[in-house]
C-alpha cells in the first residue's frame, strides 16, 4: 500500500515538474539572438543554386546513389542581404 502511495507522489511530481519546465521555454521564435533585433548586423549567408534541376523541385534520379550517382552543378555564393559577401571567417 505504501509503495501505490510513494509511486504516486513521485508521478505526479514528475508531471508537474514536466509541466513546469514546457511552459519556462520561450515561444517559437523568440529565444535569445532571435530576429536579430538590437544585436548588431546579421551575418552572411550562404546562397547555393544549382542549374541542374528546377528550384524546389525533385532531384532527378541520375543525381542519386540509384540513378549514375553524378554529382549535380552547384554555385556557392556568399550574400549580404542582396549585395554579394566574402566568406565569414571561421
Not at 521564435?29 to 551575418?43: E, F, I, L, S, T
Not at 540513378?67 to 550574400?79: D, L, Y
Request: charged share 10%; aromatic share 8%.
Amino acid at each position: 500500500m505504501r509503495t501505490k502511495h510513494t509511486f504516486g507522489i513521485l508521478a505526479t511530481t514528475l508531471a508537474v515538474g514536466s509541466c513546469v519546465l514546457l511552459l519556462a521555454q520561450p515561444p517559437a521564435g523568440k529565444g535569445p539572438g532571435g530576429g536579430g533585433k538590437g544585436r548588431g548586423q546579421a551575418g552572411p549567408a550562404l546562397s547555393v543554386t544549382s542549374t541542374s534541376f528546377q528550384d524546389g523541385g525533385v532531384i532527378p534520379m541520375k543525381y542519386s546513389f540509384y540513378g549514375e550517382n553524378k554529382s549535380p552543378e552547384f554555385t556557392f555564393q556568399w550574400m549580404m542581404g542582396t549585395n554579394p559577401a566574402s566568406a565569414p571567417e571561421a
